[in-house]
């Protein structure tokens, strides 16, 4: 089973539980970078290397009035300055086939959002340039259907992927986690990431934006690392109440060294 590695950090559904960590969105350069070190701090001290993500456009936010972030050219320079500065991995999700190439000179990984899993034309650009890309899984779709969209990747010669759990649509504005699907989607050959804090997301909840259910974030992790997974996607925030994106469902910066040393035990004792 291959294993996807990023700078530092290795990506291997068998060996120990890496992390993706950071906010939704780009709200500053000084914003990103604040976060960025306190999370390499935290991260250094346990002595876990991590990708720091963060999205330089939240182009599919519910309401047209949401902010977004910087845009692409500007907010792609940002997250390669704060990258180059704090000397970590950064993944950024893109949204449109031209995005592709531009956004590989400036960050590690690329990320394709759930709701456009199943966009042929930029699963190819993604695969192009090389980079590792990771692949969310729709909230409309099974867990044995992603494999439709790692045959996409597939067929540019990269090799690089890792496929991503967010939940499953469960009716109206509600999200549910399937946990046979880490073991559906292990069996395509590729590490697998569970996205803790997007799977808790009431989707339209507060009408005109996304509410969540932050307390549902960490136990639902345990869960997944039980079933044994290759990493967690985390957004994290310092105030979550103030985040322009995301707020209800992101974990608190603060408690993100305690999860983390509690999801590696999960880890270290599933895969021992």
Same mark, same amino acid.
């Given at each position: ?156 010669g990269n090799r690089r992927i890792l496929v991503t759990e967010r939940g499953t649509s469960f009716g109206y504005g509600n999200l549910i986690v399937d946990m046979r699907s880490f073991e559906i989607m292990r069996s395509f050959g590729y590490p697998v990431v569970y996205d ?25 992790? /345990? ?40 999801? /590696? ?8």
């Amino acid at each position: 089973m291959p294993k996807v590695t990023v700078g530092k950090v290795v990506f291997d559904n068998n060996g120990p539980l890496a992390f993706i960590a950071g906010p939704c969105a780009l709200e500053s350069e000084a914003f990103l970078r604040k976060v960025g070190r306190r999370l390499k701090d935290d991260f250094g001290k346990l002595g876990i290397p991590f990708v720091l993500k963060c999205s330089f456009d939240k182009a599919n936010r519910t309401s047209l009035s949401s902010y977004r972030g910087p845009g692409l050219e500007k907010g792609l320079e940002i997250l390669g300055r704060v990258g180059a500065e704090l000397k970590v991995p950064v993944l950024t999700d893109v949204h449109e086939p031209a995005q592709a190439e531009l956004a590989a000179r400036y960050v590690d990984v690329l990320q394709v959002p759930a709701f456009l899993c199943r966009q042929t034309d930029l699963l190819l650009a993604c695969g192009r340039t090389g980079k590792p890309v990771n692949i969310k899984k729709g909230q409309f779709l099974s867990p044995w259907d992603i494999k439709n969209a790692i045959r996409k990747v597939e067929s540019t010669g990269n090799r690089r992927i890792l496929v991503t759990e967010r939940g499953t649509s469960f009716g109206y504005g509600n999200l549910i986690v399937d946990m046979r699907s880490f073991e559906i989607m292990r069996s395509f050959g590729y590490p697998v990431v569970y996205d803790a804090t997007h799977s808790v997301q009431l989707p339209g909840g507060l009408g005109s934006a996304t509410d969540g259910q932050r307390q549902y974030a960490v136990p639902l992790s /345990r869960g997944a690392v039980a079933v044994g997974v290759a990493g967690l996607f985390l957004e994290v925030h310092p105030n979550p109440k103030n985040a322009l994106s995301d707020g209800p469902n992101s974990l608190f910066l603060k408690d993100v060294p305690g999860f983390v040393r509690q999801a /590696r035990a999960i880890d270290a004792l599933v895969k021992r």
